[in-house]
């Protein structure tokens, strides 16, 4: 097992209070899993994924444990998570575009970066090389300036970087945003070749675009308001999901071929809560069509049948 997150709680520190965004989360990974992380905006994906390499200023580890092969991280330390950063997990950050330094060749950013981290730049140039083509770019990128890319250009360039250092878990936060939809294509398959060639171990993709998760990803885990909903095979997720927020993710999104000006799009009523003062029980009961009195307590997130876990009541099996 390459990840296994167990009761991970991560909040937010504000003047009114503590923002309960990742509140509880048992999952895991396997080795060779890309596994995507989906959910609205505002439902703690990225709260996720950045506390598993690094917390900010902002953010407050409350409790649960992380370990990534066999290994606790010391996620609550910020300088005893220096020797995993970049080594045994990595990221490739939203707004991964801007994520390089303007006023430095990409050549000279990279060999400062890997000397930073006690390699000589030689050590790594035939490596680097050898990555870039498999990106699909040319050796003279290294000699550029960021602004002289593209947009996609910019994204593969930080994936490249991002995995040179052979990361077991590479966790991409939004890495198909500001992108069109062919460079989007051609960036997801980066991504899972990255896997395929060695580079990494097992991958989290964070995303609100669940077409994209459905062509890259083995299996997909959906949030909501801070809490895990669902997690399965990809195909299980999108083509029957057992949770009631599931579905109505899925059925919200559009279907080739279909005309709306006869089918009109539905989204989901309502809006999520508030995770300052978040309501007891299923945080999604006030949205749902299924609600009822069991409700008011908080459903476990429990396998349910094999590799697919859920956390709601009326979902047959252990919760039911």
């Known amino acids: 097992?390459?990840?296994?997150?167990?009761?991970?709680?991560?909040?937010?520190?504000?003047?009114?209070?503590?923002?309960?965004?990742?509140?509880?989360?048992?999952?895991?990974?396997?080795?060779?899993?890309?596994?995507?992380?989906?959910?609205?905006s505002g439902c703690g994906k990225s709260t996720l994924g950045n506390s598993l390499i690094r917390l900010d200023g902002r953010m407050k580890y409350v409790g649960g444990s992380v370990t990534l092969d066999g290994a606790e991280m010391p996620i609550w330390d910020k300088q005893a998570m220096v020797p995993f950063r970049f080594r045994e997990v990595s990221v490739v950050p939203q707004?991964?575009?801007?994520?390089?330094?303007?006023?430095?060749?990409?050549?000279?950013m990279i060999g400062e970066l890997v000397e930073s981290r006690g390699l000589p730049y030689k050590q790594i140039k035939v490596e680097l090389g050898r990555r870039i083509d498999v990106v699909g770019l040319t050796q003279d990128v290294l000699k550029r300036y960021p602004i002289e890319l593209s947009g996609g250009m910019k994204q593969r360039m930080v994936m490249v970087i991002s995995t040179l250092l052979n990361p077991s878990l590479l966790i991409a936060d939004e890495i198909t945003s500001a992108l069109d939809v062919s460079t989007q294509r051609a960036v997801a398959e980066t991504l899972v070749s990255f896997?395929?060639?060695?580079?990494?171990?097992?991958?989290?993709?964070?995303?609100?675009?669940i077409s994209i998760l459905y062509q890259i990803s083995d299996s997909i885990l959906i949030m909501y308001a801070g809490k895990l909903a669902e997690?399965?095979?990809?195909?299980?997720?999108?083509?029957?999901?057992?949770?009631?927020?599931?579905?109505?993710?899925?059925?919200?999104?559009?279907?080739?071929?279909?005309?709306?000006?006869?089918?009109?799009?539905?989204?989901?009523?309502?809006?999520?809560?508030?995770?300052?003062?978040?309501?007891?029980?299923?945080?999604?009961?006030?949205?749902?069509?299924?609600?009822?009195?069991?409700?008011a307590e908080e459903p476990p997130f429990v396998e349910v049948e094999p590799d697919h876990s859920v956390a709601c009541w009326k979902v047959p099996g252990p919760n039911a």
């Open 1 to 40: 097992m390459s990840l296994q997150v167990n009761d991970l709680k991560v909040y937010y520190r504000t003047l009114a209070g503590d923002v309960k965004a990742l509140d509880g989360a048992t999952f895991s990974i396997a080795d060779g899993e890309i596994m995507g992380l989906a959910g609205e």
């Open 95 to 108: 707004y991964a575009m801007s994520a390089m330094n303007p006023t430095r060749k990409i050549g000279v």
């Open 195 to 209: 896997r395929d060639h060695g580079f990494v171990k097992s991958m989290m993709v964070i995303t609100h675009d």
């Open 231 to 295: 997690k399965a095979a990809t195909s299980r997720i999108i083509q029957s999901p057992m949770h009631p927020y599931t579905q109505m993710l899925v059925a919200s999104l559009p279907e080739v071929g279909v005309r709306y000006v006869d089918k009109k799009l539905t989204g989901i009523p309502g809006s999520p809560p508030s995770l300052l003062t978040p309501p007891t029980g299923c945080r999604f009961r006030a949205r749902c069509p299924l609600a009822y009195a069991k409700c």
